[in-house]
T-cell receptor, first 111, second 114 residues
């Protein structure tokens, strides 16, 4: 089945710096991709979902890149601020009604 | 707004005891899921369901049973709780119709087995 590896597991950046998180997946038929954010003590909330036809996806304060050739999904938080401190999870859906999650990245943004 | 409610929020159980975690959704979604999250790790799918009175095994079903008595309710049952089942459990729902649908998560249940 699908395997998703997420790196790095922990990331600490200064306020205003960029934070870059990457996931690699194994199933070349994967078609839908997600980033979820989990603030401390809270549940997961959708940050962005992308479809395989779009390589670059812009959000508010972040960009999601999809490289289907390398089977890599990336999240780049530009100009991170303390409110971005959270755990981030990628997830992959190959249209089989089940998501496979990466292991998560715990991001700390230092003032 | 989409709502998935889990109960209890936290629970302490003894090894060998029976534990039932409950989930209720008001989203009118057909699909419901149970995931477990271990400290410092991602989510792994235990069981899911796409219709009342039917459940499907996920990636790590051993030691767990699930029950879907209605579209709104989905329970996770640990018949004989073990130490290794200490984790945070998340319920989620979606209106899956072919791919790309968002999962809506509950607040989680922190289970400690002693």
């Amino acid at each position: 089945g699908e395997q998703v590896e997420q790196r790095p597991p922990h990331l600490s950046v200064r306020e205003g710096d960029s934070a870059f998180i990457t996931c690699t997946y194994t199933d070349p038929n994967s078609y839908y991709f997600f980033w979820y954010k989990q603030e401390p003590g809270a549940s997961l909330q959708l940050l962005m979902k992308v479809f395989s036809s779009t390589e670059i996806n812009e959000g508010q304060g972040f960009t999601v890149l999809l490289n289907k050739k390398d089977k890599r999904l990336s999240l780049n938080l530009t100009a991170a601020h303390p409110g971005d401190s959270a755990a981030y999870f990628c997830a992959v859906d190959n249209a089989g009604a089940k998501l496979t999650f990466g292991g998560g990245t715990r991001l700390t943004v230092r003032p | 707004e989409a709502a998935v409610t889990q109960s209890p929020r936290s629970k302490v159980a003894v090894t060998g005891g029976k534990v039932t975690l409950s989930c209720h959704q008001t989203n009118n979604h057909d699909y419901m899921y149970w995931y477990r999250q271990d400290t410092g790790h991602g989510l792994r799918l235990i069981h899911y369901s796409y219709v009342a009175d039917s459940t499907e095994k996920g990636d790590i079903p051993d030691g767990y049973k699930a029950s879907r008595p209605s579209q709104e309710n989905f329970s996770l049952i640990l018949e004989l709780a073990s130490l290794s089942q200490t984790a945070v459990y998340f319920c989620a729902s979606s209106d899956w119709t072919g791919g790309g649908e968002t999962l809506y998560f509950g607040s989680g249940t922190r289970l400690t087995v002693l």
